[in-house]
């Protein structure tokens, strides 16, 4: 088998017999030997339908799971329940034109890994969505592309059209929290090459959208977890952890020094200053910063006094701002505020150049590598 078209369904009974019969007519010219292959967890009649379908169309198959697990789910199952060399995902509501297969397969046969249609490139629309879901929509790309470097340079990262050779997951843990699948596919899987297709999504045929507020929330979840789990995009929060928990080593540190051991006040500071500034060296060079280490030949102590300085400067900083503001009738806690923000993305760009290795640390690893093309609508 060349292909696989993975289809969740829930509730689509008024869809999929549309939709496969579109299929068929799309595919109809090519000599594509393909299937289709739905994941359903519906509670009306959708898998009736789907078991007639399957019954008289060799090309189809289903599977129905009782008390469905999701979306995200219902898509790795498919991927685990079908063998074909290439899969394409895509909605069983008709929002995703089948028309667009042929050039999606071609795509994949001259050897491009991933293969997304887009909403957000040139000739490409969402039509489909009303001015709510359109705000929503942008709002969760952006995050997304925010938190996770490796979803920048793709537009529509949250599509649930994709289609991709199975060697990319072969070996891949694949554990989507809620709908967006792609996502997970593309901070994890193995790929070189992506190429974008522009379309325009289209609204919906039948039967109503299952998008809800959790899905939104576990959207966010899932886009935490990809962060920590992912080395180059957990470096700053990270970093800013740590910042924060020096603060409390430093208070900790003078309270000691005051009150158990009667030291002068000033020198306490300056000490537990100090000493807060090593641990959270010691912190970022031993978490932040692990891979670095064996790219780095500047040796520790160098390392400890480049990251002391950048402190001492960064902290000068947030006076300097919050002193700015005050003189423009900013409230000085809020002006400490805003300076201790800049001051941390500061001192985070400092570190990452100067203590800890620069340029080569910033490039993806050569294995890390993608290169974008796209096709012009
Ligand atoms: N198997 C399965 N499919 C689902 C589930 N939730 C939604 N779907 C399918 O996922 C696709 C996208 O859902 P839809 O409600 O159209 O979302 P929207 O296009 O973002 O409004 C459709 O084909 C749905 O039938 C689920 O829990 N399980
Ligand atoms: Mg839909």
Known sequence: MELSLVIPSFNEKDNVQNLVQQIHQALADTNIDYEIFFVDDSTDETPQRLEKMAALDQRVRYYHRENGKGLGTAVVEGIHQTESEWIIVMDADLQHPPE??????????AGIDIVIPSRFVEG???????????LISF???????????????????TSGFFGFKRTVVQGVKLQPLGWKILIEILMKANYRTVHEIPYQFKARDAGESKMSIREQWNYLIHLWKLMWQSEEDRRFPLFAMIGFSGVWV??????????????????????????????????????????????????????MLLFMAISAVSVALTTWIMRGLEMIGIQVLVGQTIGILISTIWSYQANRHLTWGGKKLSLPKPDRRVIVTRDRG
């Not at 667009?100 to 046969?109: A, F, G, N, Q, S």
């Not at 000691?256 to 959270?280: E, P, Q």
Request: charged letters at 20%; proline letters at 3%; glycine letters at 10%.
């Open 250 to 303: 430093n208070l900790g540190l003078m309270a000691g020094f005051i009150y158990l051991l009667g030291m002068n006040h000033v020198l306490a500071s300056v000490l537990a200053s100090l000493m807060a500034m090593v641990n959270n060296y010691i912190w970022n060079d031993a978490l932040t910063w692990r891979d670095a280490k064996q790219k780095e030949h500047k040796p520790g102590w160098i390392r």
């Open 100 to 109: 667009l297969l042929p050039t999606m397969v071609e795509r994949l046969k």
């Open 139 to 157: 709002g969760a790309r952006s995050i997304g592309r925010l938190l996770l470097k490796r979803l920048r340079p793709i537009s529509d990262c």
């Open 124 to 134: 490409g629309s969402d039509g489909g969505l009303v001015g709510v879901r359109k």
